[in-house]
Nanobody, 128 residues
């Protein structure tokens, strides 16, 4: 059974940084796509970034230059380093994974639903 568990959320002031983690267990696929999504309060879910099992990453325009997605394959952990945080980054952040999206992983952050596995989310609050 695949489980994704996010951590690292919290409250930070505008301009600050946070690093989110997503620990995967029970995930045995050799090729996959993983992603970060977020859902601001009262708004639709939106994609943030993706990375495939070969390390190719892509970011949504809204976070380019500020957020970096990475992974530690040995630890089976996905990361999202968030710098220069803004109040509009306030949201519940979710990680997702899907082995079937590997071949079109880049840019699949635009696919906000239909992923095989989701975490429970971690809250990020940025105050001005």
């Amino acid at each position: 059974q695949v489980q994704l568990v996010e951590s690292g959320g919290g409250s930070v002031q505008s301009g600050g940084s946070l690093r989110l983690s997503c620990a995967a267990s029970g995930y045995t696929y050799s090729t996959y796509c993983m992603a970060w999504f977020r859902q601001p309060p009262g708004k639709e879910r939106e994609g943030v970034a993706t990375i495939d099992s070969d390390g190719r990453a892509s970011n949504a325009d809204s976070v380019k230059g500020r957020f970096t997605i990475s992974q530690d394959n040995a630890k089976k952990t996905l990361y999202l380093q968030m710098n220069s945080l803004k109040p509009e980054d306030t949201a519940m952040y979710y990680c997702a994974a899907d082995p079937m999206i590997y071949y079109y992983c880049s840019g699949s952050w635009a696919r906000t639903y239909g992923w095989a596995y989701w975490g429970q989310g971690t809250q990020v609050t940025v105050s001005s």
